[in-house]
Structures are given as structure tokens and as C-alpha cells.
């Protein structure tokens, strides 16, 4: 009889896996330790002679009171620092009991045109006025733009804000730092010209979309209750307040959809309240979710553990002492509510049925004028591919290219979430909530009442109506479970028409299980857009051929602003999978990385000392090029929330092959408690790296994205 055991998958941003924490102590709330000394900003910096810089000191993450010192010049209490009127190297030091930090300032020759400040911090959002002497007609710009960029950019964005300036020097900073993390303001009059430099940290606008410092974010994350081990499913939107003067924001509005299973439902909750807290270093934030109790026997507040990336985006886990998941956080476009639902999508979604068989299943639909038609043949039609457990069966099914799919729509509520409804012979119907973040990107939880055939969560990209194929370098990761135990895997290869080229690499993990590989070399394999049973321009199958066997894929891609990829269903049985599903991108090529990236590894494994657990994690690490030095700080939830962990290692996260794969150990420890990553990373271009964990006693995946 095929076992029962909890399937996790969660697409696009973390996949399932496992990992062993040694733990002394249950850890719990309180402050975010990004470093045990203090650290002063700007950390370094070139200040001409005579002329004025503005330190901070942050201590644990936070702003703290210090006594100033400074080796020359002269320093006041609030950190205000006067250079010295000859050139030279000066140290600032700040300290607080024994506790203390520094920073170094070059002081420079003297500038015909004095700027002040020379060197300062500005929170996100923040307004900072500098002067030019003399101040005739001079030009002000923001990292060589006249004027600036911008301060908030538009939802769904790529482009970067760096800030804006007014013509009598007043600047305002973006709402999330800039890649380095810094911007330089220039004035210029006539021939002479002057330059500052502004530290961006992270401020509670952070949480915002808009310059009046509110914001509406696409909540969602997948995971497990402490308990029992029931699936925990939440979706939903969330409006946030925050400004540039705090670290704290609120929360003032929204709603979720709840999904425990056998524990409870409830669906279109209201949001009644709650906080949020940003670290300014490091863009850790710990969100204070309250629910409405109309109508909710699920949950009464959720306390969520986020790292931020931009103002748009962040990973995110559950940090309660009840139950545990992984997600995200992704700001929403409300002015796209306003239009219906139209075109063609790829989605994903997985988790469980009635009977805690896993089920997973990829596919694509064209979604017009409120409906999902079974199309005309000689249309594209719609597709799916999935594997699932039969009713009285125990015996795992495979369904491959099944263009059966139908089904209906509603249009979305102010909070973008309206709810589809899916037909296909095999899986019967299933209706789901889905929350819009913009018209190219959709969140799905199940909303099917009691008693629920499954319990499922994914989520839907905009896919091409033409044959649109990856091509060049490729990288994926894929995870759900095989042989009756946690299963996951990742790749790099290129694809060159029909062909997966030479010099890929496949690694599995399967619980250290005998269909465990690492780093074999893909000796052949297949990219083909199989068009037997119709016409589906988005469905390609994907194998990946090595000494061990072939991995075969059902792939539907999806395009996004930035990237093009697809949406992965495990269709063999070589492995002995009883369900698996990921997300391939399009590589950008080998690139430095290097910089402050947000962290998220979610997983469900076993130890030694105790049965199958899950364990999700954010957090942030801090890179530098060619160098074996990691800083950072990972906050976990392995049966309880565990803050702040330091990282502690010493290894190369940004030394990639030729073909895009590297590896890593990342450590963390504090106050007894300890846990150690064997990663292996795929680099997708050098703001992204997929990860996933290869030790013989843990699986885990998840991702790397950058700051700044």
C-alpha cells in the first residue's frame, strides 16, 4: 500500500526540502542581531577638508545612542563630523558600553564648489537637503540624472528608483535601497562640480508602494501545522502605512483565504489590523497579521517573518509557534483590478487529497470573457500535466497532455481576488480563490467546502499565445517526494531547438535515498513541443538524460518583465516519484554576485531524534566577489520560532562554473543553537540563484534574490 505522507511544493520562489537544526534553546521574539558590535554608516567615505558628513550607529540592527569620537576634525553627540582642514585618513568610532564600531573617512582636497553634506544615511523615503557653495546656478542631479529618476517605481517595474532632487537641493531617497546600496548627488555650476554620497537604508516605506507612503501587497504561503501535520494554505491581500521617519508601519486593511484542511477553512476574511517592523540594515522585517473573527475558526493573527527585497517584493515565512510555511510578499497593481481576466496563463499548483496523496499538476488555459472553453482543435487549446492517486486506488497515476480542462471565472474585488473554477475528466471540478497581482501574475489556494476532494495552492503566470521556447542557458529546481519520502533536485543546462546541449549538470536529492545524484553530467536529452493531441503552443516536454537514468518533464512557460520560464511537472516513474513540480528560467550568463540578497529554504524532513517535521527560512547574506567571507543573519521556524541566527562561514556563494553551478556551506549559530546548508546554487543572472541543499540527511531548496 503506497504510504501517506505530507506533500510540500511550493512554486517559483521556495520548493519542498529538509534540514536538520541542533537546537539548545527554543529561541523566540525580540530583536534582530545583524552583527554583535556595532556598525557605523556610512563605513567609509571621502569627505573634502572642512566640510560635513552625518554618521549613524545601529546596534543589533537598530538604531542606537552612542558616544562619538572622531581621530580628527571634530564629531557632536548626534554624529555630525567636521573634517579637518588638511587632507589625511580619519577614523570615526562609535561606542555603547563595550560595544563599538568604526568607520573611515578619507579627508580630501578642497573643492571650489563645497557640498554639504559630503556622506550621510537617508531612510528609504527620507528627504535630506544639501547646500552648494556658492550656490549660483548650479545643476543638481542623482547618480548622473538630471533631477533624478524616482522615489517609488511603478508595480511590477524593473527599473530601478535612485531618488530626486529639486532645484534648491532637496532630495528625496527611493523606497528601497538601490543595487550597492548607495547614490551620489551631484551639483555642478559652470566649470566646477561637486559630489555626496547617500547611504539608503531600509524604513517602513519600505513596506509601501506610493509616495503617500501606503501600499497593497499579494500575501501567500504554504506549509504545516505544528500538531498534526495538517497542510496550511493563506492567500490573500494585505494594505499597508509606513513612512520614511520609522521603522514601524501598519497594517490598515485586506483580506485572506484560509486553507487548513481537516482543520478548518474560511475564506474572504477581512484583515482588522495589524504592525510591521523593518530592519534598516538589512530590510528584516517581523508583519503582525489580525483577522477578523466573523465567520474565522482558522486563526486569529498570523506573525509572519518577511526579507525584503525591494519595496515590491519580499520571501517571507510563517513564524508562529503553532505552524510554519514559506511564500511571499508581492506588491499588487490595484489599477489593474479594474480589468477582467484575459489571455492565456500557465500555472501550477500542488498539495494533497482527501486521503493525503499527493497531487501535482502543471498546465495552461486561456482565460476570456469570464470562461476557460474547451477550445476548436485547430485553437490553442487547453492543457495539463499530473500525477495524482486515484479514488480507491493506490497506485500513483500519470496524466500527460490532457486537454480536457475547462472552467469559469469571476472577476476580481478591490483586493484583486475573484475565483476560478476547474473542469477536467480525471480531477473533476475544483474551484479556487485567486489573488491578482497584476494582469500577468496570479496567486491560487483551493476554496473547495468541506469535505475538500483536495487541498492545493499554486499559482498562475502569463504564458504566450505563439510557440515561445527556452533557449540557451536554463536552470531549474523541482521538489515533492519519491519513494514515500522527501524528494527534491535542480539543474543547469542549455537547449539549443530540440537538443539539451553537453556541459549540464543534474543534482537529486532523495533523502540520501539510492536515486540520489550530485552534479552528474546531463549526457543527453530532449526539448520538444509535442503537438500530437492538439494544438498547445505552451507545452513542451523536457528530459534530462544522465548515467543514472532520464528525469522527464512537462514544462509550460510563462513570461514575465523579467525573465521567461517555465512551470515544471515531474511526468516519469524512473525515480520512484510520487509527485514533483518546479520552475526552469532563462539564464542571463555567468555574472558577478555580489551584494546584500534576501534568503528563503523551506523543507519537511526527519532527524534522528524525531519524526517528520518542516522547517522554513529567511534571512539575509551578504556577499562579496571572490571572496570566502558570508555575513548575514537567518531567522528559522523548526517547531517554533528561532530569530536571528548570525551566519558564521566562511565560503564562496558567487564562484560559479562555466555552466552557471557552485557550491556553498553556510552556518549559522547562536546561544546554542546550530544549523549547517550544503548548498548547491544555480546562478540565473546576478540578481538570482536557485538553491537547493545536497546533504545525505536534509533536503532543501529555495532561492537567493538580490537587495542591493
Not at 465567520?295 to 526579507?307: C, E
Not at 546541449?501 to 550530485?518: H, K, V
Amino acid at each position: 500500500m503506497r504510504k501517506r505522507i505530507h506533500f510540500f511544493a511550493l512554486p517559483a520562489i521556495a520548493f519542498l526540502g529538509m534540514m536538520t537544526l541542533s537546537a539548545c534553546s527554543s529561541g523566540g521574539g525580540g530583536s534582530h542581531p545583524t552583527v554583535n558590535d556595532i556598525v557605523v554608516l556610512p563605513g567609509s567615505s571621502t569627505v573634502p577638508v572642512s566640510q560635513t558628513a552625518q554618521f549613524a550607529a545601529f546596534l543589533n540592527g537598530a538604531s542606537t545612542p552612542v558616544t562619538w569620537t572622531a581621530s580628527a576634525g571634530t564629531i557632536t553627540g548626534t554624529g555630525a563630523f567636521t573634517a579637518p582642514t588638511a587632507a589625511g585618513s580619519v577614523t570615526i568610532t562609535a561606542t555603547s558600553g563595550s560595544d563599538t564600531g568604526t568607520a573611515t573617512v578619507t579627508v580630501s582636497a578642497t573643492q571650489a564648489l563645497v557640498l554639504n553634506p559630503a556622506a550621510l544615511t537617508i531612510p528609504a523615503g527620507g528627504l535630506e537637503s544639501f547646500t552648494a557653495t556658492p550656490g549660483a546656478g548650479v545643476i543638481w542631479s542623482v547618480n548622473g540624472i538630471a533631477s533624478g529618476d524616482c522615489v517609488a517605481p511603478g508595480v511590477g517595474s524593473v527599473t530601478q528608483c535612485h531618488g530626486v532632487i529639486d532645484g534648491n537641493g532637496n532630495y528625496t531617497a527611493p523606497l528601497s535601497p538601490p543595487t550597492g546600496g548607495t547614490v551620489t548627488i551631484s551639483a555642478a555650476a559652470g566649470a566646477n562640480s561637486a559630489t555626496a554620497t547617500a547611504t539608503v537604508l531600509y524604513s517602513s516605506a519600505s513596506l509601501t508602494t506610493t509616495t503617500s507612503g501606503t501600499g497593497q501587497y499579494a500575501l501567500a504561503f504554504d506549509g504545516v501545522d505544528f500538531n498534526v501535520g495538517n497542510p496550511v494554505d493563506v492567500a490573500g491581500s494585505i494594505v499597508t502605512s509606513g513612512s520614511a521617519g520609522s521603522s514601524s508601519g501598519m497594517i490598515t486593511g485586506g483580506e485572506v483565504d484560509l486553507n487548513s484542511g481537516v482543520s478548518g477553512t474560511a475564506f474572504v476574511v477581512p484583515v482588522s489590523g495589524g504592525s510591521f517592523q523593518v530592519g534598516p540594515l538589512d530590510g528584516r522585517t517581523t508583519i503582525l497579521l489580525t483577522l477578523s473573527s466573523n465567520g474565522n475558526s482558522v486563526a486569529a493573527s498570523y506573525t509572519l517573518q518577511a526579507t525584503l527585497a525591494t519595496n515590491q517584493h519580499a520571501l517571507l515565512i510563517d513564524f508562529d509557534t503553532s505552524d510554519t510555511g514559506s511564500g511571499t510578499l508581492d506588491a499588487q497593481n490595484p489599477t489593474s483590478f479594474a480589468t477582467p481576466l484575459n489571455g492565456r496563463f500557465a500555472f501550477q499548483y500542488s498539495g494533497l487529497d482527501s486521503n493525503l496523496f499527493p497531487v501535482t499538476v502543471a498546465g495552461t488555459f486561456l482565460a476570456s470573457n469570464n470562461s476557460i472553453a474547451v477550445n476548436n482543435p485547430n485553437a490553442p487549446v487547453n492543457a495539463q500535466d499530473f500525477t495524482y492517486v486515484p479514488s480507491g486506488s493506490n497506485t500513483l497515476t500519470v496524466v500527460t497532455n490532457d486537454i480536457t480542462l475547462s472552467g469559469l471565472y469571476t472577476n476580481q474585488d478591490s483586493f484583486g481576488r475573484g475565483t476560478i473554477t476547474m473542469n477536467s475528466t480525471d480531477l473533476g471540478t475544483i474551484n479556487f480563490s485567486y489573488y491578482m497581482i497584476d494582469q500577468t501574475h496570479l496567486k491560487l489556494i483551493e476554496i473547495d467546502p468541506a469535505p475538500q476532494p483536495f487541498i492545493l495552492f499554486g499559482e498562475a503566470f502569463s504564458s504566450p499565445i505563439a510557440t515561445t521556447p527556452l533557449t540557451g542557458g536554463v536552470v531549474c529546481t523541482f521538489g515533492g517526494a519519491a519513494n514515500n519520502a522527501p524528494y527534491a533536485g535542480g539543474a543547469v543546462f542549455s537547449i539549443s531547438g530540440a537538443a539539451v546541449g553537453s556541459g549540464g549538470t543534474l543534482d537529486i536529492n532523495n533523502s540520501g535515498g539510492a536515486g540520489s545524484q550530485t552534479n552528474s553530467a546531463i549526457t543527453s536529452g530532449n526539448y520538444a513541443n509535442v503537438l500530437t493531441e492538439a494544438n498547445v503552443p505552451a507545452r513542451y516536454t523536457l528530459s534530462l538524460t544522465t548515467s543514472k537514468g532520464t528525469t522527464l518533464f512537462a514544462a509550460y512557460t510563462f513570461v514575465t518583465a523579467s525573465t521567461t520560464g517555465a512551470e515544471l511537472v515531474e511526468i516519469d516513474t524512473n525515480n520512484n516519484v510520487d509527485g514533483a513540480s518546479g520552475t526552469a528560467y532563462q539564464r542571463g550568463g555567468v555574472s558577478t554576485v555580489q551584494g546584500s540578497f534576501a534568503l528563503n529554504l523551506s523543507g519537511v524532513g526527519s532527524s534522528k531524534s524525531q519524526p517528520a517535521f518542516e522547517q522554513d527560512i529567511t534571512g539575509q547574506l551578504g556577499l562579496v566577489n571572490n571572496s570566502t567571507t558570508l555575513t548575514g543573519t537567518l531567522d528559522i521556524n523548526n517547531g517554533g520560532p528561532i530569530p536571528g541566527l548570525p551566519v558564521n562561514s566562511t565560503s564562496m556563494l558567487n564562484a560559479v562554473a562555466a555552466n552557471g553551478r557552485g557550491t556553498a556551506q553556510v552556518n549559522v549559530s547562536s546561544n546554542g543553537v546550530s544549523a549547517k546548508f550544503n548548498l548547491v546554487y544555480y546562478q540565473i543572472d546576478s540578481n538570482t540563484e536557485l538553491l537547493l541543499d545536497v546533504d545525505t540527511d536534509r533536503v532543501a531548496s529555495g532561492m537567493l534574490i538580490r537587495q542591493f
